[in-house]
């Protein structure tokens, strides 16, 4: 009787013990939202307010229906209206479904300028938080939000195009912090048919030390093998600045390469959150070409 009951205790035991340890639940994912996401209904009656005019005190447009009807007494002859792309997807990371549009503007010349405007769920309200321009009469190919990012396809004006037929092809994300939309990366199409991409491979985003190394790929190498790195702090404002050596990998420029550059942060506080970019300038113009770029928090 001993001998079974300690071979039922053995078994019952080791029973237990072949059992999975439960994962841990990840925390990363927001909470659903009991709110409504936000639909095309929603931004098309929306409240918007633009600076162009003014270049610094927006000024409020009611949209009805995708467009701004001017009232006896409004802002002159002013022509506000959706474009038809729009993207849906939660842009603050609160599982509320939140929306990014265009909105055209025109003043009665021929110009018809484009921004990209945020609207965040506000207790299930479209609420404008941010927006940036893009160009005048830009072509728009897509328009979507994917992890927290919006992505931008769009054709706009090179430096020689005429202002009714832009020719550059682009393509960027945008990421939105605080109440401004930040520019992470920017791609242009080259004329022979290949796009200019910047990748930084090394480091993320993340946590950096005093002395970061940044490693990274360029798929047409730039004028006179050089790009530039720019650092900004979490206001936009621009810190430090210096070149980028480039190794092409074949001869000649325009073929693609690599870079490898340590850049000394010692002089700034720890705690600090930054945004290093390196970026690809035009040498005619001075226009950005390509551009990728990591943020980081000092230790």
């Known amino acids: 009787m001993r001998r079974l009951i300690s071979t039922l205790l053995f078994l019952t035991l080791a029973a237990c013990a072949s059992q999975p340890t439960p994962a841990p639940v990840s925390t990363d994912a927001p909470a659903p939202s009991a709110l409504p996401s936000l639909d095309a209904d929603d931004v098309r009656n929306a409240l918007v307010?633009?600076?162009?005019?003014?270049?610094?005190?927006?000024?409020?447009?009611?949209?009805?229906?995708?467009?701004?009807?001017?009232?006896?007494?409004?802002?002159?002859?002013?022509?506000?209206?959706?474009?038809?792309?729009?993207?849906?997807?939660?842009?603050?990371?609160?599982?509320?479904?939140?929306?990014?549009?265009?909105?055209?503007?025109?003043?009665?010349?021929?110009?018809?300028?484009?921004?990209?405007v945020v609207f965040l769920n506000k207790d299930g309200q479209p609420v404008q938080t941010a927006v940036t321009p893009i160009d005048d009469r830009p072509a728009i190919q897509e328009l979507s939000i994917t992890a927290g990012q919006i992505a931008l396809d769009a054709t706009i004006h090179s430096f020689e195009d005429p202002m009714c037929c832009p020719t550059l092809e682009t393509t960027r994300h945008y990421e939105l912090r605080d109440s401004a939309l930040v520019l992470r990366d920017f791609s242009t199409q080259a004329a022979d048919g290949r796009w200019r991409e910047i990748l930084i491979t090394v480091p993320l985003d993340g946590v950096?030390?005093?002395?970061?190394?940044?490693?990274?790929?360029?798929?047409?190498?730039?004028?006179?093998?050089?790009?530039?790195?720019?650092?900004?702090?979490?206001?936009?404002?621009?810190?430090?600045?210096?070149?980028?050596?480039?190794?092409?990998?074949?001869?000649?420029?325009?073929?693609?390469?690599?870079?490898?550059?340590?850049?000394?942060?010692?002089?700034?506080?720890?705690?600090?959150?930054?945004?290093?970019?390196?970026?690809?300038?035009?040498?005619?113009?001075?226009?950005?070409?390509?551009?990728?770029?990591?943020?980081?928090?000092?230790?």
């Open 49 to 116: 307010s633009l600076s162009t005019l003014t270049g610094e005190t927006p000024i409020p447009y009611q949209l009805t229906d995708g467009k701004y009807l001017p009232a006896a007494g409004g802002a002159g002859d002013a022509s506000i209206f959706l474009l038809e792309q729009m993207a849906f997807g939660d842009l603050n990371n609160d599982g509320a479904g939140d929306a990014v549009v265009l909105v055209a503007e025109n003043y009665g010349g021929t110009g018809t300028f484009v921004s990209l």
């Open 208 to 299: 950096s030390t005093e002395n970061v190394k940044l490693t990274g790929t360029v798929t047409v190498s730039p004028f006179e093998y050089n790009l530039s790195y720019h650092i900004f702090d979490a206001a936009g404002i621009e810190l430090a600045a210096g070149p980028v050596p480039v190794s092409a990998a074949g001869a000649g420029l325009g073929t693609p390469g690599t870079f490898d550059t340590l850049i000394n942060l010692s002089t700034l506080p720890a705690g600090a959150t930054l945004r290093i970019e390196i970026q690809d300038l035009s040498a005619a113009d001075g226009s950005l070409l390509a551009m990728d770029s990591v943020v980081l928090t000092i230790k």
